[in-house]
């Protein structure tokens, strides 16, 4: 009989204590990835284990900022927020399945948000209201602008013909009339 792999130990003991777990991905690289419908429902999520280089490290994926936040505000005595998620605190590298397994459960109990421990709330509190706020409405300047002056290119400076010369004052005079009549209304 084959000896089983860390991971699919690792994969068995969680599946013994979280009955609706579902594994997401096993003994393909160093992450064992198992979706915890009862602590986070959206697919995405997963708590998992690092088992690379001998040691095994958890943490939970998860990029629900609301989730994070309610699990810190419960848990942040022992758990911390990084850039995949959640973590332990110091991400500590365990060398059994046993331990890792131990730390596991205290880890799945501080982020289950079913037993979300309300803080300083009195038992006749109001809810706070959200502060909303109106977006900032812009008036424009009234602009005072003096004629601008056009000048002509001479034709002793200017390599271009005298053709191309005037289509481009011409443009560049319907662009200040443009603005001078449509943006700048007087």
Same mark, same amino acid.
């Given at each position: 009989?084959?000896? @089983?792999?860390?991971?699919?130990?690792?994969?068995?003991?969680?599946?013994?204590?979280? @009955?609706?777990?579902?594994? @997401?991905?096993?003994?393909?690289?160093?992450?064992?990835?198992?979706?915890?419908?009862?602590?986070?429902?959206?697919?995405?999520?997963?708590?998992?284990?690092?088992?690379?280089?001998?040691?095994?490290?958890?943490?939970?994926?998860?990029?629900?900022?609301?989730?994070?936040? !309610?699990?810190?505000?419960?848990?942040?005595? /022992?758990?911390?927020?990084?850039?995949?998620?959640?973590?332990?605190?110091?991400?500590?590298?365990?060398?059994?399945?046993?331990?890792?397994?131990?730390? +596991?459960?205290?880890?799945?109990?501080? /982020?289950?948000?079913?037993?979300?421990? +309300?803080?300083?709330?009195?038992?006749?509190? !109001?809810?706070?209201?959200?502060?909303?706020?109106?977006?900032?409405?812009? !008036?424009?300047? @009234?602009?005072?602008?003096?004629? /601008?002056?056009?000048?002509?290119?001479?034709?002793?400076?200017?390599? /271009?013909?005298?053709?191309?010369?005037?289509?481009?004052?011409?443009?560049?005079?319907?662009?200040?009339?443009?603005?001078?009549?449509?943006?700048?209304?007087?």
């Amino acid at each position: 009989m084959a000896a @089983k792999s860390v991971q699919l130990q690792l994969a068995e003991s969680i599946q013994s204590i979280v @009955k609706d777990s579902v594994i @997401k991905k096993i003994d393909k690289d160093n992450f064992l990835d198992i979706h915890l419908p009862s602590i986070n429902s959206s697919k995405g999520t997963h708590l998992f284990f690092n088992t690379a280089k001998g040691q095994i490290k958890l943490g939970f994926y998860v990029r629900d900022i609301d989730f994070i936040n !309610k699990v810190i505000l419960k848990s942040s005595k /022992i758990i911390e927020t990084y850039s995949q998620g959640i973590r332990l605190n110091g991400n500590p590298e365990f060398e059994t399945v046993e331990h890792a397994i131990a730390k +596991a459960k205290e880890f799945l109990q501080a /982020i289950d948000l079913t037993v979300v421990i +309300a803080k300083n709330v009195k038992k006749n509190s !109001k809810p706070k209201k959200k502060v909303s706020t109106k977006p900032l409405t812009v !008036k424009p300047k @009234k602009v005072d602008l003096a004629p /601008i002056k056009i000048e002509s290119i001479p034709e002793n400076v200017s390599t /271009i013909s005298r053709s191309q010369n005037s289509s481009k004052n011409n443009w560049y005079a319907r662009l200040i009339l443009f603005f001078d009549k449509y943006i700048f209304r007087k």
